[in-house]
Every structure is written in C-alpha cells, then in structure tokens.
C-alpha cells in the first residue's frame, strides 16, 4: 500500500489515497486552493510558486484564488493528472517537496486553518432519488398502498434549489419563518418553524458541460463529475407542508444548507462503486447504463444539544440509492440543459431499509410521533436551538479510509 512522509493518523479521513481538494485561509494567508493529508493542508499555490505545477496549464488566476473553479476549469484529465501527480510528491518514494526549501511553508495545520466553499456554486438541484426515503413520505402523507407517485420509478425526480445561502460546516444556521398552518382550510400563521429538520444527503461537483442544446449520457457522466460532498439539506417541515403544493419546496429549502469544505474526487472513489439496485419497470433508454455507479459510502448523522454529549440517530449508506449519480446527470442535461464549473446536484435523503438507517428526523421521529431519546435524557421530534448537527462520511478500503471531514451546523435561533 502507498504511503506517505506525512505522518497520517489510523483512520485518518485523509490518506493519500485520498487528495480532496478545498479552499482554505489563515490570518497569514489569502483564501486559495488546497487539499489535505493526514492532519495537514498542503497550499498549493506555494508548491506553484516553487515550480511543481509547472508541467500543468493553470494560470496564477487559477491558483491564487478563493475558489477551485479556474483550475477545473482545464477538465477532468488535467484535474486527474494533478491529483495523481500531488500523490506521487508526497509518497514516501519522493524526496523532492519534502527536502526543498518551500516544504516547510507549503504545509499548515488544519487545526490552525479556516475552511471555506471549495467553489462558486452557480446552480443547485436537489433529487429525491432514495426509495426507502420517498416510500416513508409517501405513507406518511398519502395512501400508504400509492405511497410512491406514478412518475417515480421512471425518472429521477428533482427540483432547481438555491445555491446562495450553502454554506460550509461550521457556519451558524438561523431558525428560518414562514407560513403554517394546521389544516388545508385553516388561516395560515406567520411564524418560526416548528419542526426544523435536516437531510443526509450526498452531492456531486460538476466541471464545464456540454454547450446548451446537448446531453450528457449516463456513459459520458464520470467524465463531466469532479467529486462529491456531504450534504446537509435544511429544512421546515411545517412551512413545507403548506406550501409545497403545487410547485414543490421553497422557503422551507432554501434558508440553508450545509456542505462538507473538502470535495473527495470521482477517482478516489472509484474502487468504492458497487451494482445498484434492479430498477423496476426498466427505464427509458437514455437512462440505461452499464458498470457500477452505486458507491458504497457509510454515513452517519449525530445530534449534540447545547453543552450535552452527542446522539448517534442515523447510521446509513450512500449505496441505497435508486437512481444513481450518472442517470441524474444524465436526466438533467437531457432536454439540453447547460452545467457549468462547479455546479452541485444533491442526492436527496439518503434513507436506508430500518429507522437506524433513516436519513431525516421526519422519518426517524416518524412525523414527530415517535420522539428519540438523547444521551442528555431529553427527547427530539425536531432539531431545537442550540443543537448541531453533524454528518460524517467514509468509503472503508482494506487499510484505509476515503473520509470527507466534517459537515457540522448550528443552530442559533
């Protein structure tokens, strides 16, 4: 197994099988690129400066920058080059970065670092692509025996969210109001939420796509997906529930959400793909795919109240979903619509087959009927103030792990 001069910790989310890349800032150092190893960030705007990019067409704006978008804007191949080039200088078969004057400068601690968005998200979607998920809102909210709606099974259904209130973990999250009500032909109340919830999801980072008018296939999709972050999708419930109708959420979705600062690329994923499940009635042929799309990511989710310990309440895997990552970018650009450096697509709920593997409070705490328990002695339907969520995620390898850091929120109030 390759390993590195950098000392990694055991289970460290961040081996050099890893490389994710991210955008980071110190009090000395301007915003700019970066990715992580072991317990360290490695800028890359140092190693540029000292010539070991040089073999790579980025441009100083690409690289001194608040934002990855320049450098993948050269691709997938370039993108793929540098990572597997960043491994080979920091495996332990490479003295040249580690006894060049610039090492010392080029690394910084992640403990002394801020992290911020890794890109300029231009567009956001949001899918609802897990079955588990979609069947339990279903029961909850409709027939039972139509729990899944006539459409569902034959395309990936989403909708078109707001990208400019996703923020990185650690940033604070305010309790959002809207409209409520208690029955359709009840008065409706302006208020707070009541029943603020978070979504477990996973989402992908896209590079340049196709001009406008053209399609990316299920086949072409890996080629055009730069890598993946933990996702938490916000949302109120109660303003939800009232509003939806007809056109989907709105003000219940786009107050907040929370992602991962380190995107984890495609091609440290790879050997983490696995078979997906049997899609039954068989989709449309644009939809078909051959190979391994469905990855095999172990999540969780923990809720810490204010000053209390944290309660594990979901533990779960990226792997349950129904429609994967290559027909959901498939099914968007189909009609000929155009994605562009750094757009990002959301899983929607992750939601295994047992309530421990649920991946929203609606469904752990079943509508709010079934409150869980914490460590604390006190009960949850929803997420209080005060309390943080935290998401955490890995793909398990023989003897290490593809982690993606932390996607933690609180809420203020």
């Not at 956001?124 to 809102?137: G, Q």
């Not at 896209?206 to 938490?232: C, H, L, R, W």
Request: hydrophobic share 35%.
């Amino acid at each position: 197994m390759k390993k590195s001069w950098i000392t990694v910790p055991e289970n460290s989310d961040f081996p050099i099988q890893n490389i994710p890349f991210g955008i980071f800032s110190t009090p000395n150092r301007t915003a700019r690129p970066c990715i992580a190893i072991g317990e360290q960030i490695l800028d890359l705007l140092v190693i540029w400066e000292n010539g070991f990019l040089s073999q790579f067409p980025f441009q100083k704006r690409d690289i001194d920058n608040c934002v990855l978008n320049g450098m993948m804007s050269h691709g997938k191949q370039v993108m793929s080059d540098l990572r597997k080039h960043i491994i080979d200088l920091l495996s332990d078969e490479n003295t040249a970065l580690c006894q060049h004057a610039c090492c010392q400068d080029a690394f910084v601690k992640q403990e002394d670092a801020n992290m911020h968005l890794p890109v300029h998200i231009g567009d956001y979607t949001d899918f609802y692509s897990s079955e588990d998920h979609a069947r339990n809102v279903g029961i909850m909210f409709r027939d039972p025996a139509k729990a899944l709606l006539p459409n569902w099974k034959h395309l990936p259904v989403g909708y078109h969210g707001r990208s400019s209130t996703i923020v990185p973990s650690g940033h604070p999250i305010h309790r959002p109001k809207g409209q409520t009500n208690t029955s359709d032909d009840s008065m409706p109340i302006f208020q707070e939420t009541q029943q603020l919830d978070f979504e477990l999801e996973m989402a992908f980072v896209t590079f340049q796509g196709k001009p406008m008018g053209q399609s990316i296939s299920t086949a072409e999709a890996k080629d055009y997906i730069f890598g993946f972050v933990i996702f938490n999708d916000w949302s109120a419930r109660d303003i939800q529930r009232w509003e939806y109708v007809p056109l989907g959420p709105f003000l219940a979705k786009n107050f907040a959400s929370t992602i991962s600062p380190w995107i984890v690329t495609l091609d440290a994923l790879e050997e983490f793909h696995i078979p997906g499940p049997i899609q039954d009635p068989e989709v449309l042929p644009y939809l078909k795919y051959e190979g391994n799309y469905n990855v095999d990511i172990q999540l969780s989710v923990s809720i810490e109240p204010e000053n209390a310990p944290a309660t594990i309440v979901s533990e779960s895997n990226y792997k349950y979903m129904y429609w994967n990552y290559a027909q959901q970018l498939a099914h968007h650009t189909v009609g000929g619509c155009a994605i562009r450096v750094g757009d990002m697509m959301a899983s929607g709920t992750i939601s295994g087959p047992n309530k421990g593997s649920f991946g929203s409070m609606l469904e752990i705490a079943w509508k709010g009927t079934q409150p869980i328990e914490m460590k604390d002695g006190s009960t949850r339907k929803f997420i209080l103030n005060g309390d943080t969520v935290r998401m955490r995620a890995f793909a398990q390898g023989k003897d290490y792990r593809i982690g993606f850091g932390s996607c933690d929120g609180k809420i203020t109030g």
